[in-house]
């Protein structure tokens, strides 16, 4: 399996950024790390592995990046409407940095999201906004709604809240979409979304399921036994819906 690394600086981010490239063709697989993780920790929690064989076959081709967590939610030396401002200009990263990179090395036209805890509500996020960029996406244990406080996971914009939280929380904007078009181009997405039955989020993913059948957006959700919010259970969700 051909691995590759790369970094450059991101003028957007005003620092350096780096990634991990697995694979050498197939569809495209942008990955989110957890709060926590960096652009090697799928590599490292054997995600990688798991996907191993589609990999090595040209079935997928996987983007490992970093996600920023330490610099936007979950930075409280920041002011609320600074940590979303920062996040707004990680994506502008993903859109006009990442993105593009992955178009030119690789031509296949399928782009898949996916993440894990944090990762996954970065994944949702970007996706539900720009539907058209992706072909689908597998959400792993996310929360989608960062102004939630469940168990010890608390409201990561400290009460603050304005547009710029609005459109980049999936429960909130879903429901007042009315573009035509963007819902178009929901629908046809694959959408998979996972947790655990005792899991934190699971009720933030069950009104996510709700809203989007809702809106006729097709779309799966599974729930698993116990509480999958962990590295063992991420490497079985990704080697049967990646």
Not at 73 to 85: T, V
Not at 147 to 170: A, R
Not at 178 to 194: N, P, S
């Amino acid at each position: 399996m051909r691995r590759e690394y790369r970094r450059w600086y991101s003028h957007r981010l005003q620092r350096e950024m780096e990634l991990l490239i697995f694979g050498h063709a197939g569809a495209k697989v942008l990955m989110f790390p957890t709060r926590d993780g960096r652009f090697w920790e799928y590599e490292q929690l054997n995600v990688v592995n798991a996907l191993a064989d589609k990999v090595t076959a040209g079935h997928l081709q996987l983007y490992c990046i970093e996600g920023l967590a330490r610099e936007t939610f979950y930075d409280r030396g920041r002011p609320p409407a600074d940590r979303i401002r920062r996040h707004a200009a990680f994506e502008d990263y993903i859109l006009y940095e990442v993105l593009p990179l992955m178009a030119w090395m690789n031509g296949h036209d399928c782009t898949i999201a996916m993440g894990c805890s944090l990762g996954a509500f970065q994944a949702a996020s970007l996706v539900f906004r720009h539907p058209h960029l992706f072909r689908k996406l597998a959400a792993f244990s996310g929360r989608y709604d960062l102004t939630l406080q469940v168990e010890n996971f608390g409201d990561l914009f400290d009460g603050y809240y304005g547009e710029d939280i609005y459109f980049h929380t999936p429960t909130h904007f879903l429901p007042n979409l009315g573009c035509d078009w963007r819902l178009e181009k929901l629908r046809a997405l694959d959408i998979v979304l996972t947790v655990g039955r005792d899991d934190p989020f699971l009720d933030n993913n069950v009104h996510l399921h709700r809203l989007l059948g809702e809106m006729n957006v097709r779309h799966q959700l599974h729930v698993w036994d116990g509480r999958a919010h962990r590295g063992s259970a991420w490497r079985a969700m990704a080697a049967l819906y990646v």
